[in-house]
């Protein structure tokens, strides 16, 4: 399967996680908080915490490590607080 | 309605869906992970090497759906499920009506906050364990582990398995064996014994030094973590003066025990035991009709969780009629394991001294950016110290993981909030605002009635 | 224990925000006062409340006055507190923002039109706003506006903060607010008058009690012997993650007006929406006859975000975060109580501001505070009496 990463294609297995497939390329973090805009990424791995929230298909608020990858998905770092279909 | 639904397929569900099948009765089995097994029996997907858990006979799995809200329906409770891949806009709305409801929606692990906790490369304990387990990656190469129970040990041996190197395995409390000592406790936990034993073996074996009474108070970088601070603690787990030292790692973990995951329990409304579900010797909650397994009711390990869900499924099963025998084994399991459970919490306490790592500026709410002078200030200046106060006053628990990870903590540092209150999530897991306002069909309407 | 026996001139029942600027007025007025929630501070109802302060909603009459008295008292009354606390402390995120109200369809179009045009004969401004001033006023609203009226009075804060910077004052000036005392009825003088409050801790010696509490206002005053009719009317709110800023002022369809005022039971919506200092929209509220009965009902929550997505299309992806309710305290006659208890010499009410007390306890304090120092009213306290036909039990 290819996704796309912050417009990298990347090659990604059926069953992996938006999650694992970042942090098998090296990846720690994918999101900034809107007030601090600190860096944020996976912290509790189970969907409990939000922290890994990232942009996937022009949705913002998706939990890295709780969406399985499809085919095609367009990945991107989420800049804050954003409203589902505008561009970063 | 005229059938068992249980939410949750770790170790407790499954065990629940099997016992109440076995019974002829109709289960539904609901996770909102791809496949079975919880956190317990995490498996990864085919593509990376793991076989998935056959299904269960006679139960129907609905897998990838998420129980976001629940509530009361004349003769029991009723489930809004949404099926699909995670967050995602659109996914499928269903109900599910049950006169018999077993939760086991299990723990997640408990973070304590300290300087530089919200630096990326800082992990729970379980999301290590995760991350190897069902996807294969370490979450750093040179990874040191902290916190308080024996959880830390599979988080080490799993860590080691996928690669990574441990630097270190940091237990606040006294050395693990320290329950050992308990005799009652040992002779519940005879297997437990021999798991800490090979355990043991393993750090020998890959040279991964144990130090108790040790954590890591600091964690250091700018925008991931490159270095820690541990120290030394006191009995109380204050920092012994002196004992700091630097460590370069590229990632820590740390687990600090386990908490409930009680939204749906509260939801229900469900009497607590302090910050579990209370349970009567039939797994049976203060609500009729609504049963509870595995760790919400108490942290216990794997075996315990699974000995409750036998228990409760066979319960909530004769509910509806189901014949079974009685459960002698899951009986004797549950008292022993529960016994060994008390030894372990008695073992591995959080002392109350983790609140002088914290600095002014150390975020307590990591999603709304909250650190403790602001949680000190809603307390002193605007006496916010009630749940809704409090969150209203500071804003702590008001952002996306809506205080899973920091309710907790701000109940020890303010005192005296209600966990009921704390838990308390009618909207259980985010639906976007256009799902919540479509219509769900009901699956089966000819059960329902 | 220690029984405080240190003596009050006014006792307040319940650190709402109600409770919270009676005290505070009565403190300013010279009063001693104490405070007390078996509860926390500002945990009650007002926890649930949006903090809207609208004029919009009402039409011209007793409530629309006061109304209009708290609207231009709330500023007035920030700015002293910033003055004596700080801004920190008087920082209540006081946003004088505006209110839309829209029409959809015609058949909402000309009610809106008429019930605006009766506000303006009072004087409220009303700013009938074509659609494509409605868009310019709020860009992502939905294009199927028939009609909007443009209100620059309405404003929000939020309502915890509001209470929690009333109380603050109250202690400044060496009040007490005491949190997890419960008041259990009160104690009469030879004279027949109120002379203290019967507390979970003991009685507290004062000159009068105001009964603030609430949709619990009722009891309280069945305990102390002086029963009156308030009722709860269940509301639910639901809380988006945070976005951008995406809705700029208090916008809501016109349908709200007929909700406030009808007394019939079932389920009501009728979507205010509206963004918050930190980010996360608010859509509320419902309203729902079910006693105090807590359980939250899909179908209410459901209701609440079809009516927002219909304003706001734009809303439709965004999570859900949260939903949380409260119980409006109202009175058969849907007008506040605040006054004198007629059999109870040194008993005052000042409760059933139902879906408008964040909103109305600025003129609500001052009022209870003259009423109760016996100094002219700034507005007429008539309407609001508590022997007025169904209030008194
Ligand atoms: C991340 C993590 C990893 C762990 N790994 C190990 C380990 O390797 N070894 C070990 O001994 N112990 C481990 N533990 C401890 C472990 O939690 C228990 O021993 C055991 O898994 C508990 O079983 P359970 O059935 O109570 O709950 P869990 O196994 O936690 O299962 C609960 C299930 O409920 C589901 N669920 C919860 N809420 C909802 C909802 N609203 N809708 C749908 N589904 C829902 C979850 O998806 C989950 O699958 C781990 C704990 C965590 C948090
Ligand atoms: C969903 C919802 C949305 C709303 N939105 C708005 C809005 O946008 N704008 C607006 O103006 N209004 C709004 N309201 C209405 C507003 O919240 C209420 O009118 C207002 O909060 C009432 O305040 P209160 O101080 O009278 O009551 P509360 O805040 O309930 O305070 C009463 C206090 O009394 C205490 N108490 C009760 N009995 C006793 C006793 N015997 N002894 C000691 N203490 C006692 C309670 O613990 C409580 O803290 C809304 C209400 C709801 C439910
Ligand atoms: S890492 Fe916590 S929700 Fe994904």
Redesign the pocket.
């Known amino acids: 399967m290819r996704v796309r990463v912050d417009g990298q294609e990347k090659s990604a297995l059926p069953g992996q996680t938006v999650a694992g497939v970042l942090l098998a390329g090296g990846r720690v973090s994918w999101r900034t908080t809107r007030n601090g805009d600190r860096p944020r990424g996976v912290f509790c791995?189970?969907g409990v915490c939000f922290d890994c929230l990232v942009v996937v298909n022009g949705v913002p608020d998706v939990r890295a490590c709780q969406r399985v990858v499809a085919d095609g998905d367009e990945i991107r770092t989420q800049l804050g607080a954003e409203l589902p279909g505008s561009a970063s | 309605m005229n059938r068992v639904v249980v939410?949750?397929?770790?170790?407790?569900?499954m065990a629940a869906a099997r016992a109440a099948a076995a019974t002829g009765v109709e289960v539904v089995l609901?996770?909102?992970?791809q496949g079975l097994g919880?956190?317990?029996h995490?498996r990864a997907p085919e593509s990376l090497g793991g076989n998935e858990i056959p299904p269960i006979p006679g139960v129907r799995h609905l897998a990838a759906?998420?129980?976001?809200a629940l509530e009361p329906v004349p003769g029991g409770h009723r489930l809004h499920l949404r099926t699909g891949p995670a967050d995602a806009p659109g996914r499928q709305a269903t109900v599910l009506d049950t006169a018999a409801l077993v939760l086991?929606?299990?723990?997640?692990?408990r973070a304590l906050p300290f300087p530089g906790w919200d630096l990326p490369g800082v992990f729970t304990a379980?999301?290590a364990?995760?991350l190897a387990?069902g996807q294969k990656v370490a979450v750093g190469s040179r990874v040191l582990l902290a916190g308080t129970g024996p959880?830390l040990l599979?988080v080490a041996e799993?860590l080691i398995g996928v690669g990574a190197r441990v630097l270190g395995v940091l237990e606040a409390n006294i050395p693990v064996g320290g329950w050992l000592r308990d005799p009652l406790a040992l002779l519940a936990g005879r297997a437990k014994a021999a798991e800490l034993a090979r355990y043991v073996t393993m750090l020998a074996r890959h040279r991964v030094p144990f130090r108790p009474r040790t954590t890591v108070i600091a964690a250091h970088g700018t925008d991931r973590v490159t270095e820690v601070t541990t120290a030394r603690l006191t009995a109380d787990w204050r920092v012994r003066p002196g004992s700091e030292r630097r460590v370069p790692v590229d990632a820590v973990c740390v687990g600090f025990g386990?908490t409930p995951?009680l939204e749906?329990a509260v939801a229900a409304g469900c009497r607590l035991a302090g910050e579990f579900v209370e349970v009567n010797e039939a797994q049976a909650t203060s609500v009729a009709g609504v049963f509870a397994?595995?760790?919400?009711t108490g942290i216990g390990?794997?075996d315990l969780?699974e000995a409750e869900?036998v228990l409760a499924g066979l319960a909530a099963a004769r509910l509806l009629g189901g014949q079974g025998e009685t459960p002698r084994r899951a009986i004797a399991a549950v008292r022993a394991g529960r016994r060994f459970a008390a030894a372990l919490d008695r073992a591995h306490p959080v002392r109350a001294g983790w609140q002088s790592w914290l600095a002014e500026d150390t975020l307590i709410c990591r999603c709304e950016e909250v650190d403790y002078g602001a949680l000190c200030r809603a307390v002193r200046d605007r006496d916010a110290i009630g749940v809704r106060s409090l969150k209203l006053v500071s804003r702590v628990g008001l952002g996306a993981c809506q205080g899973r990870t920091c309710g907790r903590n701000a109940a020890d540092l303010v005192g005296g909030l209600d966990p009921a209150g704390l838990a308390r999530r009618p909207i259980?897991?985010p639906v976007r605002l256009g799902e919540l306002a479509t219509t769900p069909v009901h699956p089966n309407e000819r059960d329902t009635s | 224990m220690v029984v405080s026996v240190a003596y009050s001139d006014v006792v307040v029942v319940g650190a709402g925000v109600v409770g919270a600027a009676c005290a505070e007025a009565l403190s300013a007025a010279g009063s001693t006062v104490t405070v007390l929630d078996r509860g926390a501070p500002a945990s009650g109802t007002t926890a649930a409340g949006e903090g809207n302060i609208l004029v919009s909603d009402k039409g011209p009459g007793a409530e629309l006055e006061l109304a209009r008295a708290s609207r231009s008292r709330w500023p007035e009354l920030l700015a002293e507190l910033r003055e004596e606390l700080g801004p920190a402390l008087a920082d209540v995120e006081w946003e004088p923002k505006g209110g839309v109200v829209v029409a959809t369809s015609a058949e909402s179009a000309a009610p809106l039109a008429e019930f605006a045009a009766a506000q303006r004969a009072v004087g409220v401004d009303a700013r009938q706003v074509t659609p494509a001033e409605a868009a310019e006023l709020e860009p992502h609203l939905t294009p199927r506006v028939v009609t909007a009226v443009h209100y620059p009075e309405d404003a929000q804060l939020q309502p915890v903060l509001a209470a929690t910077t009333l109380l603050a004052a109250v202690r400044h000036r060496g009040g007490q607010v005491r949190a997890g005392v419960a008041a259990l009825g009160v104690e009469r003088g030879a004279n027949g008058a109120v002379s203290g409050v019967r507390t979970s801790e003991g009685v507290l010696p004062c000159g009068a009690v105001v009964n603030a509490c609430g949709p619990w206002a009722g009891a309280f005053a069945e305990a102390a012997g002086a029963p009156i009719a308030v009722l709860p009317r269940r509301g639910m709110v639901l809380v988006t993650g945070p976005l951008p800023k995406t809705v700029w002022h208090k916008v809501y369809d016109a349908d709200y007006v007929g909700a406030v005022t009808s007394g019939e039971a079932g389920v009501q919506t009728s979507t205010v929406i509206e963004s918050t200092g930190a980010g996360t929209v608010l859509i509320g509220s419902s309203r729902q006859l079910v006693g105090l009965d807590e359980t939250m009902r899909v179908e209410v929550l459901r209701e609440l975000a079809r009516k927002a997505v219909a304003l706001f299309p734009v809303l439709a992806g965004v999570p859900v975060l949260r939903a949380y309710g409260g119980f409006r305290p109202y009175a058969p006659d849907h007008l506040p109580v605040i006054g004198a208890d007629p059999r109870l010499p040194g008993l005052w009410h000042a409760t059933g501001h139902e879906g408008a007390g964040i909103g109305l306890a600025a003129a609500t304090g001052r009022l209870i505070a003259e009423l109760v120092t016996g100094r002219p009213t700034h507005v007429d306290a008539e309407p609001f009496r508590v022997d007025r036909p169904g209030v008194l039990l």
């Open positions: 791995g189970i | 939410v949750g397929a770790g170790p407790a569900g609901v996770d909102s992970a919880g956190q317990y995490r759906t998420t129980v976001w086991a929606t299990g723990a997640y692990d379980g999301a364990q995760a387990k959880f599979p799993s386990f995951q749906l397994a595995g760790e919400i390990g794997a969780s869900g259980a897991a």
